[in-house]
């Protein structure tokens, strides 16, 4: 019998990821809180549902791509999506949580008779879009062999951590730790050079094909360049991925001075009414402590 396998969180990432799974061959039910989010679904060959317990009954394959663990928990036991799954059935946690609540989730799914694949995963909405997300994975044989086409699906590579739900959530935040410091650092760059008074579609292209050029960089600045702020990872999102990394380290009694500074600039973003922005927009303050726009400096755009 073909397993049911269900999506929830269909935002920038989430459609992409439906996107190929459906292109997989595999038939896939939807929710997302937003209308216009399950109207894109319909229209890739999704199976809209009318809310998250429609979409988790009798599913074998649950894939959540929430915000965070509280979102997670309240699909999960709070609208009804654990009772209603199939026995037996797979909650495979995309989203980027703490391991400790990723722990938690997994031992409160096992009074239904359900299993976690932790699977935290990496690449963006480019990722997403393309089915080159990194999926950093960990749970048990059954929970890999109920996601194998799924995550065929939506990745380029898939690293196996082992059996314990929280391990590949451990490997994810650190994984952020550099993610985060890249974000910032880029920003940083980009509004010194055109304070400067470099050209910044030059500096872009010359630091993206030399050795200070990183993967958001590369991604991000062009956004930055063209003030295109339209939300793929919000500046909120970043600000608790590096919440995650900076507790991590507290835990382990871990200095983090990096993490802790690119934290900062995050949250001066976030303050500065930018939180539902894409990440990108943490230039904005580095514009206004420089009190020099990019703008100023841009002789042309660059094309993302």
Same mark, same amino acid.
């Given at each position: ?6 999506l929830?969180?269909? !935002? ?5 990821m ?8 595999? @038939?896939? %039910?939807? /929710? ?7 109207s894109? *679904?319909?229209?890739?060959? !999704? ?10 009954? /009798? ?9 965070? $663990?509280?979102? @997670? ?6 609208? !009804? ?7 037996? &059935?797979?909650?495979?946690l ?5 391991p ?7 031992a409160?799914?096992?009074? /239904? ?5 932790d699977?935290?995963?990496?690449? &963006?909405?480019?990722? #997403? ?9 960990? &749970? ?8 194998d !086409?799924v995550?065929n699906?939506?990745s ?11 391990? $590949? ?8 730790? $550099?993610?985060?410091? +890249? ?11 055109a304070? #400067?008074g470099? =050209?910044?579609?030059?500096? *872009?292209?010359i ?9 958001? *960089?590369?991604?991000?600045?062009? +956004?930055m360049?063209?003030? =295109? *702020?339209?939300? %793929? ?21 871990? @200095? ?5 500074a690119?934290h900062?600039?995050?949250? $001066?973003?976030?303050?500065?009414g +930018?939180?539902?922005? =894409?990440?990108? @927009?943490?230039v904005?303050? /580095?514009?206004?402590l420089? =009190?020099?726009?990019l ?10």
């Amino acid at each position: 019998m073909t397993a049911q396998v269900s999506l929830i969180g269909l !935002g920038s990432m989430g459609q992409g990821m439906a996107r190929n799974i459906i292109g997989s061959g595999i @038939a896939l %039910r939807g /929710y997302d809180v937003s209308p216009d989010a399950l109207s894109r *679904f319909q229209s890739i060959g !999704g199976s809209p549902c009318s809310s998250v317990s429609d979409a988790a009954e /009798y599913c074998d394959l649950l894939v959540l791509m929430v915000v965070n $663990a509280a979102q @997670a928990e309240e699909v999960l036991f709070a609208q !009804g999506a654990a009772k209603n799954m199939a026995k037996n &059935g797979v909650v495979m946690l995309c989203s980027t949580v703490s391991p400790s609540d990723t722990r938690k989730i997994a031992a409160q799914l096992t009074s /239904y008779n359900l299993v976690l694949l932790d699977a935290p995963v990496s690449g &963006g909405k480019v990722g #997403a879009d393309s089915g080159t997300l990194t999926v950093m994975a960990s &749970g048990c044989e059954h929970a890999f062999q109920q996601a194998d !086409g799924v995550l065929n699906a939506i990745s380029k590579k898939v690293h196996q951590l082992g059996i314990d739900p929280g391990m $590949a959530s451990t490997y994810k935040v650190v994984h952020q730790l $550099a993610a985060g410091v +890249h974000l910032v650092t880029a920003a940083e760059l980009i509004a010194l050079g055109a304070k #400067a008074g470099c =050209d910044v579609k030059t500096l *872009f292209d010359i630091v993206s094909t030399s050795a200070g050029n990183s993967w958001m *960089f590369s991604d991000r600045v062009p +956004h930055m360049l063209d003030e =295109d *702020f339209t939300p %793929r990872s919000m500046v909120d999102i970043f600000v608790k991925d590096l919440d995650l990394v900076l507790q991590t380290g507290k835990d382990l009694q871990a @200095a983090l001075p990096l993490s802790s500074a690119a934290h900062q600039m995050l949250v $001066a973003a976030s303050g500065m009414g +930018h939180g539902k922005l =894409d990440d990108s @927009a943490v230039v904005k303050v /580095y514009e206004a402590l420089m =009190d020099h726009s990019l703008n100023s400096a841009q002789n042309s755009e660059v094309k993302s």
